[in-house]
Structure formats: structure tokens, C-alpha cells
């Protein structure tokens, strides 16, 4: 299946500082990718939609400007989390979208960076 | 988006068949229905996708019946490397994206 990347694994930082998380996709273009956040034995939660070349989408109850995303090209989206603070603390999982010939499309996933804000 | 609902746990032993259904009565035409695996610490790990009938590849099958309104993913001969946590998505492609929204899964524990 297509792979999905993301930078770092794991990030630990002082509470106030901002943080960037990288999402690649290695070996195909993806238009539209996504960002969630999952707490301990929870299910995953969109966050936002990605778009390369414009505005990412925000889901409800999730600040634009707390967690800002940027999609710049086709394999590369940056969730960065401003102004961390403990409660930000989770695991950030992305996704990319792969479209087949037939305009069928799979969501692939990435390894997920635990961020750890002290 | 059709909202799904998984049996929240499920026991097994090693080399037995697992089937686990996936309720999805609002389904809508455009949707396809995909199933994705997930350990503790990683990110969901893509298992098949279809959108009628059985869909089967190296390791699984996905059982859809007629209505659509339902689906079985089937995991043959499972080993304790399965246990994990099983999601059933519904989605519409073929619309510009597909958005998925994640339920409670199912939580499989494979035993020896």
C-alpha cells in the first residue's frame, strides 16, 4: 500500500512553545490529507482538512489558530501547535488520500507523533 | 456521513476465523466501506475496501450484502499479532474527497 510519513515519532516540549509536526506522502501526490488527534483508548478525531494550495478546513470546536496547517505542496503537510500547553498532549495521526484510476480513493495513514507537552 | 456501529470488544483464539460485522443502515450510494487496523501507538493500518458483494486480498474478506446496510470483515486463521483494534469507516468517494469519521471500533483480543 502507499506510505504515509510523518516527523517526529515522538516530541516532548516546555508548555508555551510551538511545535511542527510533518506529514509526507513518499511515493504519491495527495491533494487532500488530513489531521487527527486521539487520547488514550479513544478513537480517533478529525481535527481538520488539509488542501494543498489553500485553507485548511477545520472541524468544529477545533482552533484555527492554535493549531495551524499548512499543505504547500503535494506530498507535504505541517500541523504546528502553537503555544503548546499539557493539555495538547496526545497522539497526532495523518492522513493522505490516494486516488486510484476510476476516481477510487483509499486514506492511508501515518505512524502518528506522540507529543508530550510538560 | 453514515455513522457505523462495531461490537465493542470480541475474544478469539489463534487459528480461529474471525468475522466482524459493522452496522451501517444510512449508508448512502456514493459510499464505500473500508476497514482499517490499528495497534496501540501507530497509526491505522489500511485492511481492504469495497462497496458491494465480497471483496477478498491477501488478508482479508469483506462480505456486503445486497442492501449494503451491514458488512463482515472476515480474518482467517488469526495469530496472536492480530489482536488489535478494528475500524469500519463509511465514506463518499469519488466527490473530492473522502471524509472519514472514526467510530469505537472493535478491540480483538487473539488469545493462545
Known amino acids: 500500500g502507499a506510505v504515509v510519513s510523518q516527523h517526529p515519532s515522538r516530541v516532548i516540549c516546555k508548555s508555551g512553545t510551538s511545535v511542527k509536526i510533518e506529514c509526507r506522502s513518499l511515493d504519491f501526490q495527495a491533494t487532500t490529507m488530513f489531521w487527527y488527534r486521539q487520547f488514550p483508548k479513544k478513537s480517533l478525531m478529525l481535527m481538520a482538512t488539509s488542501n494543498e494550495g489553500s485553507k485548511a478546513t477545520y472541524e468544529q470546536g477545533v482552533e484555527k489558530d492554535k493549531f495551524l496547517i499548512n499543505h504547500a505542496s503535494l506530498t507535504l503537510s505541517t500541523l504546528t501547535v502553537t503555544s503548546a500547553h499539557p493539555e495538547d498532549s496526545s497522539f497526532y495521526i495523518c492522513?493522505?488520500?490516494?486516488?486510484?484510476?476510476?476516481?477510487?480513493?483509499?486514506?492511508?495513514f501515518g505512524p502518528g507523533t506522540r507529543l508530550l507537552v510538560l | 456521513l453514515a455513522k457505523t456501529t462495531q461490537p465493542i470488544s470480541m475474544d478469539s483464539y489463534e487459528g480461529q476465523e474471525v468475522n466482524i460485522t459493522c452496522s451501517h443502515n444510512n449508508i448512502a450510494t456514493n459510499d464505500y466501506i473500508t476497514w482499517y487496523q490499528q495497534f496501540p501507538s501507530q497509526g491505522p493500518r489500511f485492511i481492504i475496501q469495497g462497496y458491494k458483494t465480497k471483496v477478498t486480498n491477501e488478508v482479508a474478506s469483506l462480505f456486503i450484502p445486497a442492501d449494503r446496510k451491514s458488512s463482515t470483515l472476515s480474518l482467517p486463521r488469526v495469530s496472536l499479532s492480530d489482536t488489535a483494534v478494528y475500524y469500519c469507516l463509511v465514506g463518499t468517494v469519488n466527490t473530492g474527497f473522502q471524509k472519514l469519521v472514526f467510530g469505537t471500533g472493535t478491540r480483538l483480543l487473539v488469545s493462545p
Open positions: 492522513s493522505a488520500i490516494l486516488r486510484l484510476a476510476g476516481a477510487q480513493e483509499t486514506q492511508y
